[in-house]
């Protein structure tokens, strides 16, 4: 854990499950998290649309962690950061990609991501019954996935004062494939843009490693809304690739389900 870690708070102090809006099958939002509060990040059966694996937040014992972030966002030349994104053809506000950027930058230092950690995450999960699974615990073992990376990074932005929502819900990397994979990321809806944050999967450039911020398609939140899987189509803003998030309840995906 971070350097001045207070000890864990007592199961009586945790605060109720965190509000979120139901889409389809066990994708939600949620528009704020709660230090402590109880935060769902999947389903245990397929077979049902119930979200009932939860983390609980305790954002307070990651102090270091949100602090360095702050630090190194404020840090930043902002108008020298503008003209950068203006020659590259970007067209973001650069406070908001300033602090996406200290975000990722932080997080690579702090705590890389480890895809070889998912069995250790799963029975974390797993043995939840005899103890209760926080996310400072998580991070602390590097055990984290996108529901952990995106948990922070929306506590993180509700910190710098950023409008922002937590969404669990799907992806497809190719609108090949046949199936999409369950993924939690952040939607940022600002000054007439939708951009979707994929904090737990960076962009990686010739320059390093960078965050990775998509505009979908202004229709992405009535999209998710009609009940039904449904896809919108994003384009990184500086790769320039496209992937299609969205939700879907695991059943397989066609064309019809893209927008």
């Known amino acids: 854990m971070d350097g001045d870690n207070k000890e864990d708070v007592p199961s009586s102090e945790i605060k109720k499950t965190v509000v979120t809006e139901k889409l389809f099958g066990q994708c939600f939002e949620a528009q704020k998290l709660e230090d402590n509060s109880l935060i769902p990040i999947g389903g245990g059966s397929i077979f049902s649309d119930e979200t009932n694996i939860d983390v609980v937040g305790d954002f307070e014992n990651i102090p270091d962690t949100l602090q360095a972030m702050h630090d190194t966002a404020g840090k930043y030349n902002l108008p020298e950061l503008k003209n950068w994104l203006e020659s590259?053809?970007?067209?973001?506000d650069e406070n908001l990609f300033a602090t996406l950027f200290a975000f990722q930058k932080v997080l690579e230092k702090r705590h890389p991501i480890n895809q070889e950690s998912q069995p250790a995450r799963e029975r974390a999960y797993t043995q939840a019954k005899q103890k209760e699974v926080r996310l400072s615990e998580l991070f602390a073992n590097n055990t984290v996935a996108c529901a952990e990376i995106a948990a922070l990074a929306q506590y993180y932005l509700q910190q710098q004062g950023i409008t922002s929502k937590f969404f669990s819900g799907d992806i497809l990397?190719?609108?090949q494939h046949e199936f999409s994979e369950k993924h939690s990321f952040i939607v940022i809806p600002q000054e007439g843009q939708t951009y979707i944050f994929d904090p737990a999967n960076p962009t990686t450039t010739t320059q390093g490693v960078f965050p990775s911020?998509?505009?979908?398609?202004?229709?992405?939140?009535?999209?998710?809304?009609?009940?039904?899987?449904?896809?919108?189509?994003?384009?990184?803003?500086l790769s320039k690739k496209q992937a299609f998030y969205g939700v879907n309840n695991g059943t397989n995906v066609s064309e019809a389900n893209i927008v």
């Open 88 to 92: 590259q053809g970007i067209t973001i």
């Open 173 to 175: 990397w190719d609108k």
């Open 213 to 237: 911020v998509y505009v979908a398609k202004p229709s992405f939140d009535e999209e998710v809304r009609k009940g039904q899987k449904r896809f919108v189509t994003a384009t990184n803003i």
